[in-house]
Nanobody, 127 residues
């Protein structure tokens, strides 16, 4: 059974940084992909970044390209999301999610393709 636990959220000022962690268990490495999504109050869930556990191509939303970095440490069963140059509009609940299907540049941000979700960690950026 897949279990995902996020941590690392918090409150920072604009321009600051945070590192989110997603501790994953029960996933199938080299098949599954792990992505980060976020959702702000009153807004739709938004794909932020994605990586396959086999390594290789990573995907980012245009809104975070160059500021956020997704990485993984398979030995620790953990996926990270480094957030830098944070903006107030980055304020949201951040979730990690696992897809057991192949993902591509045109599909990785579709939240319906993900079967497993963590409970989320809140990121708040003040101006």
């Amino acid at each position: 059974q897949v279990q995902l636990v996020e941590s690392g959220g918090g409150s920072v000022q604009a321009g600051g940084s945070l590192r989110l962690s997603c501790a994953a268990s029960g996933i199938t490495y080299r098949r599954d992909s792990i992505s980060w999504f976020r959702q702000a109050p009153g807004k739709e869930r938004e794909g932020v970044a994605s990586a396959n556990t086999a390594g290789g191509t990573k995907y980012y939303a245009d809104s975070v390209q160059g500021r956020f970095t997704i990485s993984q440490d398979n030995a620790k069963n953990t996926v990270y999301l480094q957030l830098t140059s944070l903006k107030p509009e980055d304020t949201a609940m951040y979730y990690c999610a696992v897809s057991t299907s192949a993902l591509y540049s045109s599909t990785w941000y579709e939240w319906r393709r993900y079967s497993y979700w963590g409970q989320g960690t809140q990121v708040t950026v003040s101006s």
